[in-house]
């Protein structure tokens, strides 16, 4: 069976942690539903699939519905001339209009499967200032969903899914390996699906929502115990930086120290040496990552 194997971000945030244990994780076709607490990685992860996919030339879909919906959609659909349905979803709640900027992506995923290209405003914009055309050799196909079941009811949330299942159904016989891939926080997407535990890198099942509310407390005390770690690291790389600013100070004295004893001496000393003096400090702090001023009393 095709799979994508990814090597996963090492402390992407530069924060002391990496969300996903593995370094490497496999994601199979089909529907792939990552679970997890809010703050778990599941976005983290999906970023790190859409530049694994960029830097492997394997053509993807995003959709990021904190991102792409809203005024976007709006644009998406007065740009086709649908300006009925873009007047609904003007005045549309959030469930709808989610719905409906989902319903703007999908009008793409054929042509997508067809020819790897997401035929949206970017492209356009990208074919009116280039004579190329873009073209993929590979046969897999990446959709990248996040944030989708943010504000769905349950009905809603199933429609979404049934989506997926159908854009799965259509395309058994077009020769294309797909891989839908999407963040959940709602136990209605990741029901009898297969589900992703971004932190472990394993793939799992849930009999029933208990079993779901259970994984999902216990993820939170995971992410609990990953911050407290998280600052207990901070500390100490303040802690480095505190004694690196000692170090730094002590220069800077003896440093203007000398250049008083040149002046003093009748030497020349050039307004350059006094400047690289005197900015010692300022240059430090400007590359510290962790220690501020008011750290130490300036």
């Not at 402390?11 to 792939?32: C, I, K, M, N, Q």
């Not at 990446?142 to 395309?171: C, H, P, Q, R």
Request: glycine share 6%; charged share 30%.
């Amino acid at each position: 069976m095709s799979t994508l194997v990814l090597k996963t971000w090492r402390d992407p945030y530069d924060a002391g942690f990496s969300p996903t244990t593995p370094r490497t994780v496999e994601f199979h076709p089909g529907l792939t539903v990552l679970v997890g607490c809010n703050g778990a990685g599941k976005s983290t992860l999906l970023l790190n699939l859409a530049e694994f996919c960029r830097k492997s030339e394997i053509p993807y879909l995003e959709y990021d519905n904190l991102k792409d919906g809203g005024g976007n959609a709006l644009g998406e659909l007065f740009y086709q001339g649908n300006y009925d349905e873009g007047a609904y979803l003007f005045s549309s709640s959030e469930g709808e209009s989610i719905k409906a900027n989902l319903g703007c992506k999908a009008r793409l995923f054929a042509e997508f499967i067809k020819s790897g290209i997401v035929d949206d405003t970017s492209y356009r914009i990208f074919k009116a200032f280039s004579d190329k055309e873009k073209s993929f050799d590979s046969n897999d196909r990446v959709f990248i969903f996040d944030a989708v079941d943010s504000g769905l009811s349950v009905d809603s949330i199933i429609e979404v899914k049934t989506m997926f299942d159908l854009v799965l159904e259509d395309n058994k016989d077009s020769g294309k390996n797909l891989y839908i891939v999407i963040a959940a926080n709602e136990y209605e997407l990741a029901r009898n699906s297969d589900c992703f535990d971004v932190n472990a890198g394993k793939y799992l099942h849930f009999a029933d929502y208990e079993d779901y509310r259970t994984f999902i407390i216990n993820s939170r005390k995971k992410k609990e115990a990953r911050i407290e770690k998280q600052i207990k690291w901070r500390e100490k790389q303040k802690e480095k930086e505190r004694k690196q600013f000692y170090q730094v100070k002590a220069k800077q004295e003896e440093t203007l120290e000398k250049l008083h004893l040149k002046k003093e001496q009748g030497k020349y000393v050039s307004s350059w040496e006094e400047h690289d003096a005197e900015q010692m400090l300022e240059d430090f702090f400007r590359h510290s990552r962790f220690l501020s001023k008011k750290d130490v009393g300036l």
